[in-house]
C-alpha cells in the first residue's frame, strides 16, 4: 500500500501537467511526418533551365526528355532559356540546380555520325542534387541512341554529355558544414540563453534582480547579449573546426569571412530571441528539454541542410520558405562554398534581419520583472 501511496501520488502530479504526456505522444508522431517528409528518397522537383540553342530532330527528343522526367517521375521542373549566359548565372545564384545547353548543330552533328555534345552545368555544392541531375541526362542521352536510328546509321553512340561543375569540389562531409553551424547557433540559444534563464528562475536567483534597479529591458538586454555573444563563439568554433577536419577553404577569403561572421551573429540573436519569446516563462526547465528536441526537429531538417528542399512535399516546402534555419543554411552555403556577394546572399539575408527584428520585440514582450 505504501508504494500505491507513491505510485498514486507521482501519477496525480502528472495527470496536473497534462502537457508532459501529451508531448510523449505527439512529438514521435510529428517526428515521423517531418523527417518521413524531409528524405523521400528518390529527388523530386529540381529545378532546371534549358536552354535549346539548336531545334532540330536530336534536340528535340532531348527536351521531349526533360519534359517527360517532368510530367512522369517529377524529377525535375524545366524552364526555358533562350540566354546560356544568363541560365548559368542563376545557376550560380542558387535560382537553379542545373543548367542544360543543347548547341547550335547538335542535330546536324548526331545526323553526320560527328562528335555531339549536351552541355550540363551543375550546382555541385549540392551534390545529391548534381548527381541525380547527371544520371538524368544520361540516361536521356541513351533514351535518343535507342529511339534514333537514320538511314545513314549514325554513330548514336557519339552523343555525350559534358557535365560541368560551377564551383569548387565539394564532398559529402564537407557539405554538412553549413547545417552543423546552424545547429550549434540553436544549441547556443537554447544551452546559453533561455535554459539557464528558466533554471535561475526555478533555483530562485531570478528573485535578486526584482531588489534592483534594472528595467526589464536592461535584464533582457544583458541575458540576450551574453547568450549571443556564447552561441556566436561556439557557431564560429564550429566553423573553423569543420573546415579544419574536411580540409576545406572559404572561397571569398577574408570579405567572405566577415560576411560568414555577421551572418552567424544575426541567425544567433534571431533564435536566441526566438527561444526566449517562446519558453522564456516556462516554470521548469524540463518543460524546455521537453520542447527543444521539438524544434530542434522541425527547424533543421526542413532546411536544406541535409536534403534538397525542392523534393520535400508542397506543405513541408512552404514551411521551409519560412523557417530561419532553411534562410541561414542558405546563406552560409553561398558564402563558403560558391563565394557569393552580397547580392546573392541579400534575400535570405533580409529574412534574417526582419526574423531578428520581430522575435527580439516577441522577446521583449514577454519578458516581464515579476515572479
Not at 9 to 25: F, G
Request: hydrophobic residues 50%; proline residues 5%.
Amino acid at each position: 500500500m505504501r508504494t500505491f501511496a507513491i505510485m498514486r501520488r507521482d501519477l496525480l502530479k502528472l495527470m496536473r501537467n497534462p502537457l508532459t504526456l501529451v508531448s510523449t505522444i505527439l512529438m514521435p508522431i510529428i517526428y515521423l511526418v517531418i523527417i518521413g517528409n524531409s528524405f523521400q528518397g528518390q529527388l523530386k522537383h529540381l529545378p532546371v533551365v534549358v536552354v535549346a540553342q539548336d531545334h532540330g530532330l536530336y534536340a528535340r527528343r532531348v527536351v521531349e526528355q526533360m519534359l517527360a522526367l517532368q510530367a512522369g517521375p517529377k524529377t525535375v521542373e524545366v524552364t526555358f532559356m533562350s540566354d546560356p549566359g544568363k541560365a548559368i548565372t542563376d545557376v550560380r545564384n542558387g535560382q537553379y540546380k542545373g543548367a542544360i545547353v543543347i548547341p547550335p548543330n547538335f542535330s546536324h552533328d548526331v545526323a553526320e555520325g560527328r562528335l555531339a555534345e549536351i552541355g550540363l552545368f551543375t550546382d555541385n555544392v549540392d551534390s545529391v542534387s548534381a548527381s541525380t541531375l547527371e544520371a538524368v541526362m544520361a540516361d536521356a542521352a541513351a533514351a535518343i541512341k535507342i529511339n534514333f536510328v537514320t538511314a545513314r546509321e549514325p554513330k548514336l553512340d557519339q552523343i555525350v554529355m559534358r557535365p560541368s561543375w560551377l564551383f569548387q569540389y565539394v564532398d559529402y562531409d564537407r557539405s554538412l558544414i553549413p547545417g552543423v553551424i546552424v545547429m550549434a547557433i540553436f544549441m547556443g540559444s537554447l544551452m546559453a540563453g533561455v535554459f539557464n534563464w528558466v533554471m535561475d528562475k526555478f533555483m530562485g536567483v531570478t528573485e535578486c534582480y526584482l531588489v534592483t534597479p534594472l528595467s526589464r529591458w536592461n535584464i533582457a538586454a544583458g541575458i540576450l547579449g551574453s547568450g549571443v555573444t556564447v552561441t556566436s563563439t561556439a557557431a564560429i568554433l564550429v566553423l573553423f573546426i569543420g573546415l579544419l577536419v574536411t580540409r576545406g577553404t572559404i572561397s571569398g577569403g577574408l570579405p567572405a569571412l566577415v560576411t560568414l561572421i555577421g551572418i552567424i551573429i544575426i541567425t544567433s540573436t534571431g533564435l536566441l530571441a526566438m527561444t526566449f519569446a517562446l519558453l522564456g516563462r516556462a516554470s521548469h526547465p524540463r518543460l524546455v528539454g521537453t520542447f527543444a528536441g521539438f524544434l530542434n526537429v522541425i527547424l533543421f531538417f526542413p532546411s536544406g541542410a541535409i536534403y534538397p528542399i525542392e523534393s520535400f512535399p508542397p506543405w513541408l516546402r512552404a514551411f521551409a520558405r519560412y523557417n530561419p534555419e532553411t534562410h541561414a543554411v542558405s546563406a552560409i552555403k553561398s558564402i563558403l562554398f560558391k563565394g557569393a556577394d552580397f547580392p546573392a546572399v541579400a534575400h535570405d539575408l533580409t529574412f534574417l534581419l526582419v526574423f531578428m527584428a520581430i522575435t527580439l520585440v516577441l522577446a521583449s514582450i514577454s519578458f516581464k520583472r515579476t515572479l
